[in-house]
């Protein structure tokens, strides 16, 4: 297919055409020529990737006791080299599957909203924000699909953002009770009102990770509780330019 042809396409047609291609096939389409890298990036840039993002794992699931509450704001610092990323979403912990399944268990929250923002640390531009919100029900049917890892979901970006090489980044993430009536409601209760408290990983104490001829350098945050090497968020999800 030239081209041209593609120029002479309505945008949802070549949009459903793309939709079909897996991560490889969306790769191959990318490196063709000058052209058709502007047409998956474009379907890219439109936020229509989804779960065939390229993964990058960061954190592994603890089963010990520790939590994160809803007052603490997750922070993950970050820089890319020698080249550009697109950042798709962010992979973040919920409740354990086991305890999501257990359909006898009390929830407190039937829906909560998380938040992740990504800011320029040079600027504090924000770049990025998406908020996201997750039923129960919703969260049920996910840990009941295929997905990169247990105990956690992700959050895309409506409009994916540019990691540019060599710039450093700060993504912030919470979970907050999404339409609570009365606030102190829920447990545990404290001088804040209810929290909700999610799983927790470590292990990601890696400084440079390298993926596919990118160079993904974390660094620990100034602010927040930082996720360098344990905390909420246990993936990435982007594209390479």
Request: glycine share 8%.
């Amino acid at each position: 297919m030239s081209i041209s042809i593609w120029d002479n396409l309505p945008r949802e047609i070549w949009e459903k055409i793309l939709d079909s291609l897996d991560t490889h096939g969306l790769q191959q389409a990318q490196n063709t020529c000058a052209s058709w890298r502007e047409i998956v990036l474009a379907y890219i840039m439109n936020g229509r990737l989804g779960n065939r993002a390229l993964l990058l794992e960061r954190l592994q699931f603890v089963d010990n006791g520790l939590f994160h509450k809803r007052n603490i704001c997750n922070t993950l610092s970050l820089r890319v080299t020698p080249k550009s990323v697109i950042l798709i979403g962010v992979g973040v912990y919920g409740g354990t599957d086991e305890e999501l399944l257990d359909e006898s268990l009390n929830i407190t929250f039937d829906r909560t909203t998380t938040t992740v923002n990504v800011f320029e640390k040079a600027t504090g531009n924000l770049v990025a924000n998406q908020k996201s919100i997750w039923s129960t029900k919703n969260a049920r049917r996910y840990a009941r699909s295929q997905k990169p890892m247990p105990n956690t979901y992700p959050v895309f970006f409506g409009t994916p953002c540019l990691l540019t090489k060599g710039q450093a980044y700060l993504v912030e993430q919470s979970i907050q009770p999404t339409d609570v009536q009365n606030h102190f409601s829920g447990w545990p209760v404290t001088i804040l009102g209810a929290e909700i408290w999610t799983c927790h990983g470590d292990q990601g104490s890696q400084l440079i990770e390298t993926v596919h001829q990118v160079q993904f350098e974390f660094m620990e945050s100034e602010r927040g509780r930082s996720c360098h090497s344990e905390g909420q968020m246990p993936y990435l999800l982007w594209w390479i330019l």
